[in-house]
């Protein structure tokens, strides 16, 4: 139980063009999701917490604007990336929490975006 | 965001010894943390947790021991085997939000 995935799992976009990435808890259903980025070599880094139904509480340093959460239901969260450019390209990687279930995370297998 | 730092970056052991990676956190209201491993190209996967109200868990062959005093995480893996070789992170939990480490890279050698 509780599998989370993410599509797609590899992703190349033209720079100034938009992506969206998909993120879904498969077997249970989430109360919060997580958006993390991730460079090589380096750490998970918080992009936001979306909880369904509302707005997404993005941390300080990234851009709203540039990355949209949508958390439209309890087994789905989506990230845009809007106006890619080359310095987006990352590893973004997706997780889910059910509270009723405890405090973990489940993590998505992630997405590997390159804007050219 | 939180601090929540690794002492090593890169730990290499040899097959069968323990590893023991470590992790300071700098939230001292963080009250779960998470250790995750994590291989090329792939999301996080869970290894083990520990409420801020215990110093010691363990599991199938790796233990955590929290220190609240001087705000340490380890995580302790025995007998590692090649197939431990990964990256490591420790994460805190502070209200509704996650903070990750820097990652340990482990390589175990046959």
């Known amino acids: 139980g509780a599998v989370v995935s993410q599509h797609p799992s590899r992703v190349i976009c033209k720079s100034g063009t938009s992506v969206k990435i998909e993120c879904r808890s498969l077997?249970?259903?989430?109360?919060?999701m997580f958006w993390y980025r991730q460079f090589p070599k380096q750490s998970l880094m918080l992009m936001a917490t979306s909880n369904e139904g509302s707005k997404a509480t993005y941390e300080q340093g990234v851009e709203k604007d540039k990355f949209l959460i949508n958390h439209a239901s309890l087994t789905l969260s989506t990230l845009t990336v809007t106006s890619a450019h080359p310095e987006d390209s990352s590893f973004y990687i997706c997780?889910?929490?059910?509270?009723?279930?405890?405090?973990?995370?489940?993590f998505g297998p992630g997405t590997r975006l390159t804007v050219t | 965001g939180e601090s929540v730092g690794l002492h090593l970056p890169t730990l290499s052991v040899q097959e069968g010894d323990n590893s023991i990676i470590n992790c300071a956190y700098s939230?001292?209201?963080?009250?779960?943390f998470i250790w995750y491993k994590q291989e090329s190209g792939k999301g996080p996967q869970f290894i083990i947790d520990?409420?801020?109200?215990?110093d010691k868990r363990q599991g199938q062959r790796v233990t955590v021991l929290l220190n609240k005093t001087v705000k340490h995480l380890s995580l302790q893996i025995a007998a590692t085997q090649p197939g431990d070789s990964a990256v490591y992170f420790c994460a805190e939990n502070t209200g509704n939000q996650f903070y990750f480490g820097t990652g340990t890279s482990l390589t175990v050698i046959p």
């Open positions: 520990i409420r801020s109200n215990m």
């Open positions: 997780s889910a929490r059910d509270l009723d279930r405890g405090y973990e995370q489940y």
């Open positions: 939230n001292s209201a963080s009250d779960y």
């Open positions: 077997d249970f259903q989430a109360t919060t």
